[in-house]
């Protein structure tokens, strides 16, 4: 047990959070979520699991140890990386048979979502010892609550693939689908990645890419998608990413007379269809990307 563990039973928040009460097992692994930015957003019983373990199974221990060291915890930590995390599952099951208490945290937010530790919790289970989750920070569902994206369901997909024509492939996939979906993209990638989303999206998709959340320079922009390669020139990459795609609504059909057909079609023997469908909108005051698809269709029947 960690010298911190005293000074946290001490604590006159942890005691009116009524934690010094509570019940942490013996042989169990601990899933703790940590602030993805802002430090303050570490919760109680996080601290009071930390300062109880008997040792913090880290993603990276440099950086495990500086929020340690913030809140004074001295705990020994051992690293849990996606390359060794097999190996290492086997000595942290030794640890538990010795009744010790394992605490499994990652550089920011919450394992096993996009991040170690997933094969870990695995390994434990089918050992036979207990998995108990300590809720933290989570970067897709803080930035979901403050996207204003349609109430509904949603497809987590993290980080794409870095290859780039497997990458641009999936978010062919991901665009074709009519559920919303959320991204991780690091800095380094933004650009490429939200150049593939606009040309695989509706233009008339709502994205929100969200950038440094719970950080200082935090931000969020709305726009369509068609929007997403000239906001991408107008701001440098900085800080990690989310990207939310919002659910494909359904367009009103269209009730184009015989004659706007005739003149579409004419339209689109001259010109791209992104160019017909853009003009067409202008003249008739039907969206650019309804029009486009009905070009689409018109040429695939011819």
Do not use: C
């Not at 640890?95 to 096993?112: C, F, I, S």
């Not at 068609?226 to 989310?242: C, K």
């Amino acid at each position: 047990m960690s010298s911190s563990f005293k000074q946290w039973s001490e604590n006159t928040l942890m005691l009116r959070a009524g934690i010094d009460s509570q019940v942490f097992p013996e042989s169990s692994l601990y899933i703790v979520g940590l602030p993805i930015g802002n430090a303050a957003d570490i919760t109680l019983r996080a601290l009071w699991v930390l300062g109880l373990a008997d040792v913090v199974a880290a993603e990276d221990t440099r950086e495990t140890k500086k929020i340690l060291e913030r809140f004074s915890i001295s705990v020994p930590t051992v690293s849990v990386r996606e390359h060794n995390e097999m190996t290492q599952s086997h000595m942290i099951i030794e640890r538990l048979e010795k009744g010790e208490r394992v605490a499994l945290v990652t550089d920011a937010g919450t394992p096993a979502i996009s991040d170690p530790g997933a094969r870990m919790v695995h390994a434990v289970r089918q050992a036979g010892y207990r998995v108990i989750p300590i809720p933290g920070a989570s970067a897709v569902v803080t930035a979901l609550s403050a996207a204003g994206l349609e109430p509904a369901g949603f497809h987590f997909v993290g980080f794409l693939p870095a290859q780039a024509k497997a990458r641009q492939q999936q978010v062919q996939h991901l665009a074709a689908q009519k559920e919303a979906f959320v991204l991780y993209e690091a800095p380094h990638r933004i650009k490429a990645v939200l150049a593939d989303l606009a040309a695989a999206l509706s233009q008339d998709r709502h994205v929100v890419v969200a950038r440094e959340i719970t950080k200082k320079f935090e931000s969020f922009a709305s726009m369509r998608a068609g929007e997403l390669s000239a906001w991408a020139s107008q701001h440098e990459p900085r800080g990690e990413y989310v990207i939310l795609v919002d659910e494909q609504r359904e367009s009103a059909a269209l009730t184009l007379t015989e004659k706007d057909q005739l003149w579409l079609r004419a339209l689109a023997q001259v010109m791209p269809l992104s160019k017909a469908a853009s003009t067409a909108a202008k003249i008739t005051g039907f969206k650019r990307d309804d029009l486009y698809q009905w070009l689409m269709a018109e040429k695939s029947v011819d």
